[in-house]
């Protein structure tokens, strides 16, 4: 600092005025190894700067308003600035450390995939990059090369073809809500985390099924915790003229449910529920003691990450969960999660859901699209973020094909 100093005054006279100083680093990379410098602005004397500094009413390092910047230009001629090239220097070292990560990233990802053939290996990182698990990743090369030749494995066009059967067949459907028996209505319960769209989905259900396929629908919610979901149910009944029944208690459900014998289907909506509060999800199986559904969907929302979904389907499938229904395939970064989830969960894929519009903005959920969706080219936005190509086609609640391919 006192060499820099004397080096002040030499060059701008003894009555040099100092306006800012600070210490850096020069070389090295990520500021190790290398070498301490001082950066000091300064006048040739008091009487250079414009008035508002002398005062000391004006901030140095300006920039924010068009007075400051005025100041700034009048000050050129008058500093100097012992400038240091460390920022240049640290984002090339920056750039020069992402380009090694990277390349340290694909050489980890070629080690764990042992003799995968460079051919595969594109595929391979695009599943990865589509959120599939590295692991189901891996299985899914496998078996492609098992079932491909060497000359099939270098033609993308078979490889894309052969992948899209192999993942469709991993994907374990369970179609749509069963018809409805002779004696007694179909009961199917939506329980899920909080925030998933429960209340939402469960009104595309009733809607679909009491104007589409002209069934007689009852709805019955336990959510009593969100006033606006009452509300919300409320007028969703009101607009498909279907009977609504809000339960407090374990034993009024099941008076609710003998109290829609006529109906042919009756949809329980549910609380969301944290997957890691334990104590409200056993609260949950005390109002499924009291009545024990046909069907048990959990709703799981696909933009949730690899980790959260494996925990909640973990904790909520003592519930009895036998059907998986997915939302929010419309902002969705990949697909693959699905995938892994479906497995894990060990039930049925139902139904998903791609947007807020009620009755539309549902299907049926069948393996060929989501192959297809698992397998897709991601999109940029206008805004620059990145969103899933939609291939999902118009709402079909009957179980057949919903999906172009």
Known sequence: MAETLERVKREFGPHAVILHTRTATQGGLLGVGGKPCVEITAARQ????????????????????????????????????????????????????????????????????????????DTYRKLVENAVAEELARQLIDELRGALTENQLRDPRIVRARLACIVESMVPTAGPIRPPRRDKPTVIALIGPTGVGKTTTIAKLAANLCLREHRRVGLITIDTYRIAAVEQLKTYAQIIDVPLEVV???????????????????????????????????????????????????????????????????????????????????EAIGFGVILDCLQKAEAGLSYVTTGQDVPDDIQVGEGKALAKLILGTPRRRADGATTAVTVLGPTKMSGQSSAVC
Not at 47 to 63: A, C, H, M, Q, W
Not at 77 to 97: I, Q, R, Y
Not at 294 to 317: A, G, N, Y
């Open 46 to 121: 008091m009487s250079d700067l414009p008035e508002p500094l002398r005062r000391g009413t004006l901030k140095v390092r300006s920039g924010q308003d068009g007075c400051a910047d005025g100041a700034a230009r009048a000050m050129s001629s008058s500093t100097k600035l012992v400038a240091s090239p460390l920022s240049d220097t640290l984002l090339s070292e920056l750039g020069a450390l992402r380009s090694v990560v990277d390349d340290l990233a694909r050489e980890s990802r070629r080690s764990q995939a042992v003799d995968m053939p460079r051919e595969l290996y």
């Open 248 to 330: 407090m208690e374990p034993k009024e459900l099941g008076d609710a449910v003998a109290g829609m014998a006529d109906r042919d289907m009756i949809l329980i909506d549910t609380a969301g529920r944290s997957q890691r509060d334990g104590y409200k999800i056993e609260e949950l199986c005390e109002f499924f003691d009291a009545v024990r559904p046909d069907e048990m969907h959990l709703v799981l929302s696909s933009t949730s990450s690899e980790s959260v979904l494996r925990e909640t389907v973990q904790r909520f499938r003592k519930l009895g969960v036998n059907r998986v229904i997915f939302t929010k395939l419309d």
